[in-house]
């Protein structure tokens, strides 16, 4: 007598695929140098959850060809619930490299561990912001949420991807582009304003270190930019927690297409 009913351990290793690749991919979840037990427990435990609500053996037995294909479609369905946060936050790095590059502080740029890259320290600052006001609104719950609905739109066991995956991941690289610029644009139009003012006064006062003073000022006008927009990063990043939301739900209908 089996333990459990036909294509039950194959169902369950494709909802273990799916879910793996989500939280290995998401930055908040899967990244990080410390312990990675508590990641392993996590997959296990959000799969079994997820399976016990309404997982369902398969219907048939793959072919060992054909399973490695359900596998690599269920991975490729965690990456692109996954690639929806990674794109929220490249709007973020993209605002602080370029604030981070006008201000000079690109020359001091720390190496993040979880990415192995030299990052600006303004980069830095606007993550922890973003990732505290993320745990603040439950959006780790809204992406284990469309998770449990991925299942209910893609299910396993069928071989079917619709080409609008693409074009969705498209869309969302570009829509991250846009909002990084139009979030650094306040600080770095400011920048600007510094720096065609020290090119004036390089071309009144001969005598004057461009290099020297441009640099200070900039620093300066940048430190005192970010204080004075201090208060409008919670609407943009509450715009961007909504971008997030609507990013989901509009990948959820990519898969369910």
Same mark, same amino acid.
């Given at each position: 007598m089996e333990a459990f009913p036909p294509g039950t351990l194959e169902a369950f290793s494709l909802y273990l695929a799916r879910t793996s690749a989500l939280v290995i991919a998401t930055p908040l979840l899967g990244s990080g140098t410390g312990f990675t037990g508590y990641r392993v427990g996590l997959i296990v435990s959000v799969t079994f959850l997820l399976y016990a609500a309404g997982g369902a053996p398969l219907?048939?037995?793959?072919e060992p060809v054909e399973y490695a294909c359900l596998v690599l479609r269920e %991975?490729? %369905?965690g990456l692109f +619930?996954?690639?929806v946060l990674q794109m929220v936050l490249v709007s973020l790095?993209?605002?602080g490299e370029m604030i981070g590059q006008e201000m000079g502080f690109n020359m001091a740029s720390l190496v993040d561990p979880t990415t192995g890259v030299n990052t600006p320290v303004v980069t830095l600052v606007y993550e922890a912001f973003f990732f505290l006001g993320f745990l603040a609104v439950n959006g780790h719950h809204v992406l284990l949420k469309s998770l449990e609905h991925s299942f209910a739109r893609a299910p396993v066991? !069928? +071989?079917a991807i619709t080409n609008d995956v693409a074009w969705? !991941?498209?869309a969302l690289f570009a829509q991250a582009f846009g909002a990084g610029i139009a979030f650094a644009a306040p600080v770095l139009l400011l920048l600007f304003m !510094?720096?065609?003012l020290v090119s004036l006064l390089a071309r009144m006062v001969p005598q004057l270190n461009v290099m020297d003073v441009g640099f200070s000022a900039r620093i300066v006008v940048g430190l005192v930019a970010l204080f004075v927009f201090a208060p409008f990063l919670a609407p943009a990043l509450e715009g961007l927690y909504d971008r997030f939301a609507s990013g989901l739900d509009g990948a959820l209908d990519v898969l369910g297409a």
């Open positions: 219907g048939h037995s793959p %991975i490729m %369905i +619930l996954a690639f790095r993209l605002a066991g !069928a +071989l969705g !991941a498209q !510094a720096s065609l």
